[in-house]
Nanobody, 124 residues
């Protein structure tokens, strides 16, 4: 089970930190990541941290502004979002995948477990 939290309303240029608490099983061999879905749009990959080598991957539009991290001892993943823009507004979902390479992780179908989502609203 994955539990996402930390969403809210923030002004453009502001920051938020999302958290994803994992429970119910061991996630040591799972990559953790974040996706988002805006109204009327498909769910899209945002960021991931590979469990195998710790590499991180980001979608181009968030590079340099978002940072994914993971506390393995607590089985928790984080997404630090800085300099937020109105186009970042969406429901953010955390997820866990048994894959570790970017080519797999960029696709939502390769993720086995999903959190319930947390809403991020950015005012201009």
């Amino acid at each position: 089970q994955l539990q996402a939290s930390g969403g809210g309303l923030v002004q453009s240029g502001g920051s938020l930190r999302l958290s994803c608490a994992a429970s119910g099983r061991a996630y040591g061999s799972y990559s953790m990541g974040w996706f988002r879905q805006a109204p009327g749009k498909e769910r899209e990959f945002v960021a991931v941290k590979s469990y195998r080598d710790g590499k991180t991957y980001y979608r181009d539009s968030v590079k340099g502004r978002f940072t994914i991290s993971r506390n393995e001892a607590r089985d928790t993943a984080y997404l630090q979002m800085d300099n937020l823009k109105p186009e970042d507004a969406a429901v953010y979902y955390c997820a866990a995948s048994p894959y570790y390479s970017y080519s797999d992780l960029a696709s939502a179908i390769k993720w086995d477990y999903w959190g319930q989502g947390t809403l991020v609203t950015v005012s201009s």
